[in-house]
DNA sequence: GCACGAATCCAAAACCTCAT
DNA sequence: ATGAGGTTTTGGATTCGTGC
């Protein structure tokens, strides 16, 4: 009897993008840039900003929205759908052809209030033109104890595409064999030596640890996602020189992630402490001797260079 | 100059506070 | 009773000092 576990429609669609949706520009070698610029807009509404940018500009959005938990004051929606339908309805728009966006969240936590990421993923799935390519579990071990319930440990981001010809780097993100894993495999002769060197597909499980209360990555942002998370999204989804746009900017993780990268970026969020956060940010993960890549940050009055060196790469 | 182990540092994991 | 957590402990990694 053949195992036939995974022979369901969803493992069928796998093989058909395997198959038809993996050949793209990923291919062609990226070149990267002398500098990238980095605009970071606080006071900024992220449907505003969406409606200003052109058509097919952006190659990755991240985008960790509130979930609506009214945790702070920045977190508390009447109807969080019908605001996040304003952001959402400018995404495929603004997305190139080989773009993505990716979503955070966390099912766990189910507002009072209506609205998190379930149903953010249902109102996409039946409104708005984008294809979901993976449901990636952030995984950590550190968290809270509960007593009446499994501990949570993991929140959820969803991955979608504008189209079947999206850009995804595997080998920008593959993750190395420990040593005696490594040593074994080479020896098998099934496996193709030059496969084993280049390490293996990170899974849609990905452990990285959440940031502790007293990390000294924090820069003083409730929830700061770790620039580890979002740096494997921006290899894996962006090339060098190409424009990554993430308008919940929160703590600039996103800003960081492209600068180490050779991307340009965009930041944005209401928050008007947004250049604070950034400016630290840079400074612990991006300063000195860390990076080496040349980069500038940009205000909003600056913006205009940020677009002219994007277009330039575009053409 | 090198080997070694104690001291130190730091981030991850374990452990557990307290406002709601 | 619970928690987009907070603080302490742990253990690996590095530094530092000492004896040879």
Same mark, same amino acid.
């Given at each position: 009897m053949p195992n036939r576990s995974h022979y369901n429609s969803a493992h069928r669609m796998m093989n058909y993008l395997r198959k038809e949706g993996t050949a793209h520009s990923a291919d062609a070698e990226s070149q990267m840039p002398d500098c990238t610029y980095h605009a970071v807009l606080p006071d900024s509404d992220c449907v505003e900003l969406l409606k200003t940018l052109d058509d097919n500009?952006?190659?990755?959005m991240v985008c960790d929205p509130p979930?609506?938990?009214?945790?702070?004051?920045?977190?508390?929606?009447?109807?969080y759908i019908e605001w996040a339908a304003q952001w959402l309805a400018e995404v495929p728009r603004v997305l190139k052809k080989s773009g993505s966006i990716v979503i955070f969240g966390g099912f766990q936590y189910q507002s009072d209030y209506g609205g998190d990421l379930l149903e953010i993923m249902h109102y996409v799935r039946h409104n708005v033109p984008l294809r979901m390519v993976n449901l990636i579990i952030w995984y950590y071990k550190n968290g809270m104890g509960a007593h009446r319930f499994f501990s949570n440990r993991h929140e959820e981001i969803v991955w979608y595409t504008k189209t079947k010809k999206y850009l995804f780097n595997l080998d920008a993100v593959r993750v190395q064999y420990d040593e005696a894993t490594k040593k074994a495999y080479l020896k098998d002769k099934r496996l193709r030596p030059e496969s084993v060197e280049k %390490?293996?597909?990170?899974?849609?499980v990905w452990e990285i640890p959440r940031l502790n209360g007293n990390s000294k990555e924090r820069v003083g942002h409730e929830t700061q996602k770790p620039v580890q998370l979002i740096d494997r999204i921006v290899k894996a989804m962006s090339n060098p020189g190409d424009l990554v746009l993430d308008f919940f900017a929160g703590s600039g993780s996103t800003t960081v992630a492209s600068i180490l990268n050779g991307r340009h970026s965009i930041a944005s969020d209401l928050d008007p402490n947004l250049r604070e956060y950034v400016d630290r940010l840079v400074e612990k993960k991006? %300063?000195?001797?860390?990076?080496p890549l040349k980069f500038e940050l940009l205000d909003a009055s600056q913006i205009d260079t940020l677009f002219e060196e994007t277009n330039q790469d575009a053409a």
């Amino acid at each position: 009897m053949p195992n036939r576990s995974h022979y369901n429609s969803a493992h069928r669609m796998m093989n058909y993008l395997r198959k038809e949706g993996t050949a793209h520009s990923a291919d062609a070698e990226s070149q990267m840039p002398d500098c990238t610029y980095h605009a970071v807009l606080p006071d900024s509404d992220c449907v505003e900003l969406l409606k200003t940018l052109d058509d097919n500009s952006v190659q990755l959005m991240v985008c960790d929205p509130p979930y609506n938990l009214n945790i702070a004051d920045w977190d508390e929606f009447n109807d969080y759908i019908e605001w996040a339908a304003q952001w959402l309805a400018e995404v495929p728009r603004v997305l190139k052809k080989s773009g993505s966006i990716v979503i955070f969240g966390g099912f766990q936590y189910q507002s009072d209030y209506g609205g998190d990421l379930l149903e953010i993923m249902h109102y996409v799935r039946h409104n708005v033109p984008l294809r979901m390519v993976n449901l990636i579990i952030w995984y950590y071990k550190n968290g809270m104890g509960a007593h009446r319930f499994f501990s949570n440990r993991h929140e959820e981001i969803v991955w979608y595409t504008k189209t079947k010809k999206y850009l995804f780097n595997l080998d920008a993100v593959r993750v190395q064999y420990d040593e005696a894993t490594k040593k074994a495999y080479l020896k098998d002769k099934r496996l193709r030596p030059e496969s084993v060197e280049k %390490g293996k597909n990170p899974t849609n499980v990905w452990e990285i640890p959440r940031l502790n209360g007293n990390s000294k990555e924090r820069v003083g942002h409730e929830t700061q996602k770790p620039v580890q998370l979002i740096d494997r999204i921006v290899k894996a989804m962006s090339n060098p020189g190409d424009l990554v746009l993430d308008f919940f900017a929160g703590s600039g993780s996103t800003t960081v992630a492209s600068i180490l990268n050779g991307r340009h970026s965009i930041a944005s969020d209401l928050d008007p402490n947004l250049r604070e956060y950034v400016d630290r940010l840079v400074e612990k993960k991006a %300063g000195g001797e860390i990076n080496p890549l040349k980069f500038e940050l940009l205000d909003a009055s600056q913006i205009d260079t940020l677009f002219e060196e994007t277009n330039q790469d575009a053409a």
